[in-house]
Nanobody, 125 residues
Framework: QVQLVESGGGLVQAGGSLNLSCVVS????????MAWFRQAPGKEREFVAV???????HYTDSVKGRFTISRANAKNTMYLQMTNLKSEDTAVYYC???????????????????WGQGTQVTVSS
């Protein structure tokens, strides 16, 4: 059983910053890739960022230079540092982890096996 719990969402003004966390219950957390996705009302779930088992990262174009994904393996926790937030960033943010292939930087929702419940990020304009 693998459980993920996101936290840190909330309301922030455009141009502001917000940090999200995801705590993962699995053993050998450090062996697997972790990713953030987001879903706005009426929209499909979209990829945001991924970090693999050796801390390589990849971001969707719309957040490059503004968001930073990281992980603290000793705490079984992944983070998403968001800066210069825009109204377009408003969504429910989900963390996810894959069941294998820890070195891969996958961007599809179907590439991930375990998901958190989501945390709401609202950016006011």
């Amino acid at each position: 059983q693998v459980q993920l719990v996101e936290s840190g969402g909330g309301l922030v003004q455009a141009g502001g910053s917000l940090n999200l966390s995801c705590v993962v219950s699995r053993r050998t957390f450090e062996d697997y890739a972790m990713a953030w996705f987001r879903q706005a009302p009426g929209k499909e779930r979209e990829f945001v960022a991924v970090i693999n088992n050796v801390h390589n990262t990849h971001y969707t174009d719309s957040v490059k230079g503004r968001f930073t994904i990281s992980r603290a393996n000793a705490k079984n926790t992944m983070y998403l540092q968001m800066t210069n937030l825009k109204s377009e960033d408003t969504a429910v943010y989900y963390c996810a982890t894959a069941g294998g292939g820890g070195w891969r930087l996958r961007v599809g929702p179907n590439d991930y096996d375990y998901w958190g419940q989501g945390t709401q990020v609202t950016v006011s304009s």
